[in-house]
């Protein structure tokens, strides 16, 4: 929306920034479990998490004139830091399944990731409704709508990220590999 109907993108060129973010979903997945064995679960989720929020942030500054090559590192740091939250979460929610309780357990994580996307989708949609109640009709307020969505969404994610903190700092040690002072 950000790119077609806040900022007039055409549909090919909103594709290509599209495929530069899945690029960075992509370039993760060798680093994830190395970085979980060096920095274990908890420290990876409070920081990637803060990364993940602020890039997700970014966007509501975006305009039709931030340079590409800008543009192009933010739309991949966002996608490396979402892939290695992402995965990272899987993992941890794993991590103290047994084998009788997998298949449950799978059904489940599904079905949750699932309604925190929608979730998601819902709280930026109702966003930018109300925006639009308090914005005046005109070229901008689209835009302006969606710049907003993009703060909520992000300030939930840096709440998200900082709840983290409560994990044990050996969380999941035994599926990262991690280990503590080292």
């Known amino acids: ?36 064995r ?5 420290s990876l989720l ?10 997700i942030g970014a966007f509501a500054f975006i305009d039709g004139e931030t340079p590409r090559l800008f543009l192009f590192a933010l739309l991949i740091t ?13 993992t941890i929610a ?14 489940i994580s599904a079905m949750l990731q699932q309604l925190s996307q929608l979730l998601g989708i819902a709280v930026a949609a109702a966003v930018i409704r109300i925006v639009s109640v308090f914005v005046p009709a005109g070229p901008g307020a689209m835009l302006t709508g969606i710049r907003a969505a993009f703060l909520v969404v992000a300030s939930i994610g840096l709440a998200s990220a900082l709840r983290f903190l409560a994990l044990p700092s050996g969380a999941g040690a035994e599926v990262s590999g991690h280990r503590r002072g080292g």
């Open 1 to 36: 929306m950000l790119f077609q109907v806040g900022l007039g993108f055409d549909a090919v060129e909103t594709g290509s920034l599209i495929l530069v973010y899945f690029l960075g979903n992509l370039l993760m997945k060798s680093v994830t479990t190395p970085a979980l």
């Open 38 to 42: 060096l920095f274990g679960f908890r």
């Open 46 to 55: 409070v920081v990637n998490g803060v990364v993940a929020a602020l890039t």
């Open 78 to 90: 966002c996608g490396l830091s979402r892939s290695m939250q992402f995965t990272a979460l899987t």
């Open 94 to 107: 794993f991590a103290d399944v047994t084998a009788g309780q997998r298949s449950a357990a799978t059904t």
